[in-house]
């Protein structure tokens, strides 16, 4: 399968859910089609129906009131329950903000969405996002096809060790506010720029969907930006300090040492059933693993602005 999951939802309603669960399966390693409003005219119908066929599971996002317009033959939600239907996926509805299945069903609705009422479905709500998510991939087809598990890796057990700092003379840092390692690791920093070292770091305008104090976020964030804009006038040919505009899904730490190594440290932003909350690898340049995180580092470098 292409797919491990469509994602169908109302845009009006239904979009923030759609894309919060879209993006933490996609950080899970799960791949996910999300079911944009573009796509849907006539030309389009067609990718819309092989998107479905080529998944595992449909997820289908239930605000309040979200099956009312299901009574319409043209209803695109309609189309797609009943397309899931048809190819005999796994529907996996998400019910929040209200929802109820309706006492008394609108004879045009088809019977194939009445039924859904029966099957198994989880309550959405970004409180308590985690075990959402874990509860939406244990309904999910037992083939549903991973990437890579992170159970391969060997985690970090000290996550204050950066002892290869010492010999850095290049690190490329990408994080959601890169509070703890700036603060932790700036006497290394300036002492690499001293000798000539490059850094460049980069961080979102965008604040966790899910971050528990937006303004604490926001706060770390600007710090940091501040830090690295004065380490700029240390050694400003040699010093980024760039912008997305999407929280990364992955802290990355990129080093590179005198004696050319290259390592790579990896946080999952994640709530994770493996070993740890927010587990931390780190791989060096022989791992087969390096190219596919390094590549993803250059991606972000490539859509982020500099400050």
């Known amino acids: 399968m292409k797919y491990d999951a469509f994602i169908s939802y109302r845009r009006e309603n239904g979009f923030l859910m759609a894309q919060v669960i879209h993006d933490r399966l996609e950080e899970k390693g799960l791949r996910c089609f999300l079911d944009l409003e573009e796509l849907r005219s006539g030309q389009f ?22 099956l009312n317009r299901c009574s319409n033959g043209d209803d695109w939600v309609r189309k797609e329950i009943l397309a899931a239907v048809k190819y005999n996926k796994t529907i996996i509805p998400v019910m929040y903000d209200g929802f109820k299945w309706p006492r008394k069903w609108d004879e045009r609705i088809p019977p194939e969405i009445r039924r859904l009422e029966n099957t198994n479905g989880v309550s959405g709500t970004q409180e308590y996002l985690s075990a959402m998510i874990d509860k939406i991939i244990s309904y999910m087809p037992d083939e549903i096809n991973i990437p890579f598990s992170i159970e391969k890796f060997t985690f970090i057990e000290n996550q204050n060790d950066y ?22 690791h700036i006497n290394f920093i300036r002492e690499m720029l001293n000798n000539g070292g490059k850094f460049t770091f980069i961080t979102s305008e965008e604040s966790d969907l899910i971050c528990d104090d937006q303004d604490e976020h926001r706060y770390d964030r600007e710090n940091s930006i501040r830090i690295v804009q004065s380490l700029k006038k240390m050694a400003n040919d040699r010093v980024k300090c760039m ?18 190594e290259k390592y790579l440290e990896i946080k999952f932003n994640f709530q994770t059933r493996y070993k740890s909350k927010n587990p931390i690898i780190r791989i060096n340049s022989n791992d087969p693993y390096f190219s596919v995180f390094y590549e993803e580092l250059i991606g972000i470098i490539q859509n982020a602005e500099a400050i």
């Open 243 to 260: 912008l997305l505009n999407k929280a990364p899904n992955l802290s990355l730490v990129y080093i590179k040492t005198k004696s050319n």
């Open 45 to 66: 119908d067609e990718k819309i129906y092989v998107a479905i066929q080529e998944a595992h599971s449909f997820i289908l996002i239930l605000p309040k009131n979200a």
């Open 163 to 184: 002892s290869c700092l010492k010999n850095a003379t290049e690190i490329i840092f990408c994080a959601r506010t890169g509070k703890r390692f700036l603060n932790g």
